[in-house]
Structure formats: C-alpha cells, structure tokens
C-alpha cells in the first residue's frame, strides 16, 4: 500500500482533462495531443535485427526460424526507447496491453506503429499513462469487423502532461510499488503451482497404492507387502490388488440420442459436465457436431483429442456427446467409476496414454476403446476403491480451497496495482 512518506491524498487544485478516462487532474499539469508528444516513426527496415512483438505490454522477442526471410524483410525497426502499438483486430483482444516501451532493439510487423517521443518527457511515466489510455480507450477506437486503426485515429487524443520532474518522481514511485506487488503474485502464484503439484502427489500415490490406509490414517508407507505389477508406469503395488485389463472391467458404450438431450463435454481438469454449465466467454461451437451418442450419469467418459491432457471423467449429467469421445460401462457390479477415472487421468498425465496410442505429440492421435481393451490396469478391492477415492476428494477439497483463496488475493493485488496506476498517473493521488 502507498506509504504517506511516499504520497498524499490529494493536489491542491484541480481541472478537467476533457477526457472521461482521465477525468480531472492537477491543475498545474498541461493537456496535449498525443501527435504533440509523439510522433510516428517512418518504417525501417532491418534485418539483421530479431524479429519481435508486444506482449501483454512488452516488447518481446520472437522465434525467428518461424518467421520466412521474405516477410522479415518487410518488417520494421523499432528500438530501445521507442513505444510499439499493435493497432490491429482491437475486438479480438480486450485484455492484453496493446502499447508498451521497448527495452530492446527487434523488427516487427509492418502493420505496427512505432513511436517516439517529439518533447521532452520520462519514458516510464507516460508507458503508465500509455497503458492507461490503452485499456481506456484505444480499444474503442477503430471501426470494421477487423477494428483496425492508424495513427491518425489516436493524434488527437488528449494526454496528461505533468512537469517533467514529477513524471519521473511518478514513475520511480510506480515502478517501485508495482514491482513489490509482483513480487507478491510472484510468491502466490508460485505457492498455487507448490499446491497443485502436491495434489497430483496425493493423487498419483494413492491410486497406485504407494499410500495407504493404516488405522483409519493414510500412511506413507503401503500397509502390505508390495509385488510388482507388471504395469511399467506403475511398478509395484499392494499385494491385496490385482492387475486386469481394461476390456473386463469396462464396456464400450452405445446409448441413443434423445432429442432433448444437451451436449456433454469432457475438460482437461477431469471434470465431465454439461457444456451450458461451464460455458466460457468467446466459446465456439463446432461448425457441424453429428453422429451424437448417449451419455448417461456416472459412465466412464473420456475425450479421445484431450485425454492426453487429462480429459478423462465420470459424467455428472445426462445429456449426448460426439463420437470423438470413448463411453464406458463398468462390467463388474459395485466397481468404483471415480477411482478408475483418477487411475486413467494419472495414465494420461505419465504420458503413458500417449505410449499407447503411437502418439508422437498431443492430438496427433486419438485415443479409441481399442487402444486401452488390451492394457493391463491396477484393480484395488472394491472397498479399498471407494476409501481411495474419498481420500482424494477429501485432500483435494482443501488444496483447492487454499489454492482459490491465493487466486482470490491475486486478483485482488492485481485490482490494486490497476487502480493505484491510474490514480497516480492522473493525479488522483499525489506523490512527493
């Protein structure tokens, strides 16, 4: 948080800005047009340079060997020092930062602005006010399904001009801030990633017995001897379990389509649902979705393109799914679906559903119930399936509980840093 060693509340007076993204400022500050402050910079060629791009408000470098010789040669220099606009397709991107001050010199797209600065001012704070002006309004500018602009389109905006001392007095105290709050996400973000590993942990030993229940108490240590499974991925498990192959534990589905019946989706965190219920912003249905099946609560599913990635769940809805997906009926009465699920999942994240398949990367092949009929799986007794499967839901709702709260105070981190940068570069709050 702002310390009042570091700023005040307020300046003495204030004017408007005739900007609604700025609204009022010192009213020491002067207002000027963006084409008074900066100027376009004439197209360079260079290619002796690395190609680059802006990301998410850097310059950032990018891999040369994808870019062709012939279209590196018509792009454009842009150094240290100079800021880069990416003014194209505004409304397919309304979250990353489209300006940003470079620190290195790299070519980029020829359809890219470049700019330099025509006065006199601090490169820090106006690649702040820049980002300010980025999310509040550039993005509204331009028109057209590909809403393009040019740099006619932003010379007159209207932007804040402080005295040259209390821009750089800004941007020191910004700059310092900002990089105690990412240091902040930084050590959460990281303890999120610590957390998820640790329930892949927790997962992965208890469906292959490396754990197991000991006086009501999970253990580290296996409760019975140990023999080797026969299953390379696995190795040993518990002497009590056994080691079958997939084709007689699970029937390949084919149930009918019911003409009220909604589309069900497998996703990558295991979770199989109702696409209505989890539906995305910017979700694209497939052009041509045929050949439904049917898809019942508590079957087996997995996505034949993203088991590779996890996609592999027990459905919690009734409803159809593409013939991409592979439906399982459980063979043996009172076997645990959700353990088999979990088993799978751990399969698919080994890279061992991959092996299987001939699959040299991701999606390159599609998992099919012929794939797994013939693989040898671990078989736990059922009694111990359900107390496995509860233990994992019952660790796994603790971390994501911790997890969601760090995302939570992320987000909020991230709020303050937003608000406290365009407090400060407009005025709002006063630095010393």
Same mark, same amino acid.
């Given at each position: 948080?702002?310390?009042?060693?570091?700023?005040?509340?307020?300046?003495?007076?204030?004017?408007?800005?005739?900007?609604?993204?700025?609204?009022?400022?010192?009213?020491?500050?002067?207002?000027?047009?963006?084409?008074?402050?900066?100027?376009?910079?004439?197209?360079?060629?260079?290619?002796?340079? +690395?190609?680059?791009?802006?990301?998410?408000?850097?310059?950032?470098?990018?891999?040369?060997?994808?870019?062709?010789?012939?279209?590196?040669?018509?792009?454009?220099?842009?150094?240290?020092?100079?800021?880069?606009?990416?003014?194209?397709?505004?409304?397919?991107?309304?979250?990353?930062?489209?300006?940003?001050?470079?620190?290195?010199?790299?070519?980029?797209?020829?359809?890219?602005?470049? /700019?330099?600065?025509?006065?006199?001012?601090?490169?820090?704070?106006? +690649?702040?006010?820049?980002?300010?002006?980025?999310?509040?309004?550039?993005?509204?500018?331009?028109?057209?399904?590909?809403?393009?602009?040019?740099?006619?389109?932003?010379?007159?905006?209207?932007?804040?001009?402080?005295?040259?001392?209390?821009?750089?007095?800004?941007?020191?105290?910004?700059?310092?801030?900002?990089?105690?709050?990412?240091?902040?996400?930084?050590? &959460?973000?990281?303890?999120?990633?610590?957390?998820?590993?640790?329930?892949?942990?927790?997962?992965?030993?208890?469906?292959?017995?490396?754990?197991?229940?000991?006086?009501? #108490?999970?253990?580290?240590?296996?409760?019975? &001897?140990?023999?080797?499974?026969?299953?390379?991925?696995?190795?040993?498990?518990?002497?009590?379990? #056994?080691?079958?192959?997939?084709?007689?534990?699970?029937?390949?589905?084919?149930?009918?389509?019911?003409?009220?019946?909604?589309?069900?989706?497998?996703?990558?965190?295991?979770?199989?649902?109702?696409?209505?219920?989890?539906?995305?912003?910017?979700?694209?249905?497939?052009? /041509?979705?045929?050949?439904?099946?049917?898809?019942?609560?508590?079957?087996?599913?997995?996505?034949?393109?993203?088991?590779?990635?996890?996609?592999?769940?027990?459905?919690?809805?009734?409803?159809?799914?593409?013939?991409?997906?592979?439906?399982?009926?459980?063979?043996?009465?009172?076997? +645990?679906?959700?353990?088999?699920?979990?088993?799978?999942? #751990?399969?698919?994240?080994?890279?061992?559903?991959?092996?299987?398949?001939?699959?040299?990367?991701?999606?390159?092949?599609?998992?099919?119930?012929?794939?797994?009929?013939?693989?040898?799986?671990?078989?736990?007794?059922?009694?111990?399936?359900?107390?496995?499967?509860?233990?994992?839901?019952?660790?796994?709702?603790?971390?994501?509980?911790?997890?969601?709260?760090?995302?939570?105070?992320?987000? &909020?981190?991230?709020?303050?840093?937003?608000?406290?940068?365009?407090?400060?570069?407009?005025?709002?709050?006063?630095?010393?």
């Amino acid at each position: 948080m702002p310390s009042h060693k570091s700023c005040s509340d307020k300046y003495s007076a204030y004017k408007d800005s005739g900007e609604y993204w700025m609204g009022e400022i010192p009213e020491h500050w002067e207002i000027m047009k963006l084409k008074h402050v900066f100027k376009e910079k004439k197209k360079v060629t260079n290619p002796s340079l +690395n190609c680059g791009s802006i990301s998410f408000g850097k310059v950032v470098y990018k891999d040369d060997e994808k870019i062709p010789e012939s279209t590196k040669a018509s792009y454009q220099e842009v150094l240290a020092g100079e800021y880069l606009v990416n003014p194209l397709n505004l409304n397919y991107d309304l979250i990353s930062l489209r300006i940003g001050l470079s620190s290195i010199n790299v070519v980029v797209s020829s359809g890219y602005i470049v /700019l330099k600065n025509a006065m006199e001012l601090d490169k820090s704070y106006f +690649n702040y006010l820049l980002h300010r002006y980025d999310v509040a309004y550039m993005k509204l500018l331009g028109s057209g399904v590909r809403q393009t602009i040019s740099f006619n389109h932003i010379a007159n905006s209207l932007l804040a001009y402080p005295p040259i001392e209390e821009q750089t007095a800004i941007a020191n105290f910004l700059d310092d801030k900002t990089a105690k709050i990412d240091r902040a996400i930084g050590q &959460k973000e990281q303890l999120i990633a610590l957390l998820k590993e640790r329930k892949q942990i927790i997962i992965q030993n208890a469906v292959t017995g490396k754990w197991s229940m000991i006086n009501g #108490e999970w253990s580290m240590t296996p409760k019975e &001897k140990m023999k080797d499974s026969g299953v390379e991925w696995i190795g040993e498990i518990p002497e009590g379990w #056994e080691v079958k192959r997939f084709k007689y534990l699970f029937a390949q589905s084919r149930l009918p389509v019911s003409s009220d019946n909604q589309i069900v989706t497998a996703y990558r965190d295991g979770q199989v649902t109702l696409r209505s219920n989890r539906r995305l912003t910017g979700y694209t249905e497939a052009i /041509l979705e045929a050949g439904f099946q049917g898809v019942r609560k508590g079957q087996l599913v997995l996505n034949s393109m993203d088991a590779f990635e996890g996609a592999i769940g027990v459905s919690e809805s009734e409803g159809k799914c593409t013939p991409e997906y592979v439906v399982c009926d459980s063979i043996n009465q009172g076997a +645990n679906n959700t353990y088999f699920a979990l088993l799978l999942r #751990e399969m698919a994240l080994a890279k061992y559903i991959q092996v299987i398949c001939n699959a040299v990367r991701q999606r390159a092949v599609r998992i099919r119930f012929n794939n797994l009929a013939g693989r040898f799986i671990v078989v736990p007794p059922q009694k111990e399936q359900t107390s496995i499967v509860a233990h994992i839901e019952t660790q796994s709702a603790k971390i994501d509980q911790t997890i969601s709260l760090q995302q939570t105070q992320i987000e &909020k981190l991230k709020e303050y840093k937003a608000t406290m940068i365009d407090s400060v570069v407009t005025g709002k709050i006063k630095v010393s």
